[in-house]
């Protein structure tokens, strides 16, 4: 069943707002991914994250990999329409279940010009 | 074009019928994913495949079957859709090396009456 529990469920900002949301699990992953999904469109990876504690940024996007590699973290700063969408964790473990992802629930994110 | 591509983009079917959901790449890769996706559920693993010769079940396997006939080719079917099985249906593709970044066709919206 799913492992990933992805908080918040939704979230309603204005325009200038930073934004951030996160992924817990009781399971060790070795990659934490993040993708957001455009409406009507498949998801699409923002960033990546390979080592316990490391921090990207992609832009105004920032994501860290927890140090107990049980969680991660994105924020958004300064939104702007765009960036309306649903965000997803996604978690990969090491050994037989390489190449595959386990993913979080999405976040909706809607915001107010 | 589209480097992943599903068909048909959009589905409604009745309870009992056998239906096939289609997915070309011209990525190159391997390995190939079928994923539904539920409002509150994000996405979950329906099947997978590393190679021509090979299929595995994800979670979420039962009623459904897949075919993969060719390196860029995955098929998903429902032998004999039922009402629950009305959701999102993404296809993805990875490489064998960097296969945590999957690349997500559009989605095929499935509605079983």
């Known amino acids: 069943g799913q492992q990933l529990n992805q908080s918040p469920q939704s979230m309603f900002i204005q325009e200038g707002e930073d934004v951030s949301m996160n992924c817990t699990s009781s399971s060790i992953f070795n990659t934490w991914l993040w993708y957001k999904q455009d409406p009507g469109e498949g998801p699409v990876l923002l960033i990546a994250?390979?080592?316990?504690?490391e921090l990207t940024s992609n832009g105004r996007l920032t994501a860290q990999f927890g140090i107990t590699r049980k969680d991660s973290f994105l924020n958004i700063s300064a939104s702007i329409p765009s960036d309306v969408g649903i965000y997803f964790c996604a978690g990969r473990r090491g050994g037989t279940s390489y190449g595959k992802l386990t993913f979080g629930q999405g976040t909706i994110l809607t915001v107010h010009p | 074009d589209a480097d992943v591509t599903q068909t048909p983009r959009n589905r409604i079917t009745k309870t009992g019928k056998r239906i096939m959901l289609e997915c070309s790449q011209t990525k190159g890769h391997d390995r190939m994913y079928w994923y539904r996706q539920d409002p509150g559920l994000g996405l979950r693993l329906i099947y997978y495949s590393f190679d021509v010769k090979d299929i595995n079940k994800g979670e979420i396997s039962d009623g459904y079957s897949v075919s993969r006939q060719a390196q860029a080719k995955f098929s998903l079917s429902l032998e004999s859709a039922i009402p629950n099985q009305t959701a999102l249906y993404f296809c993805?593709?990875?490489?064998?090396?960097?296969?945590?970044?999957?690349?997500f066709g559009p989605g095929t919206r499935l509605l079983v009456l």
């Open positions: 994250l390979y080592k316990a504690g």
């Open positions: 993805a593709t990875s490489a064998e090396r960097g296969g945590e970044t999957q690349y």
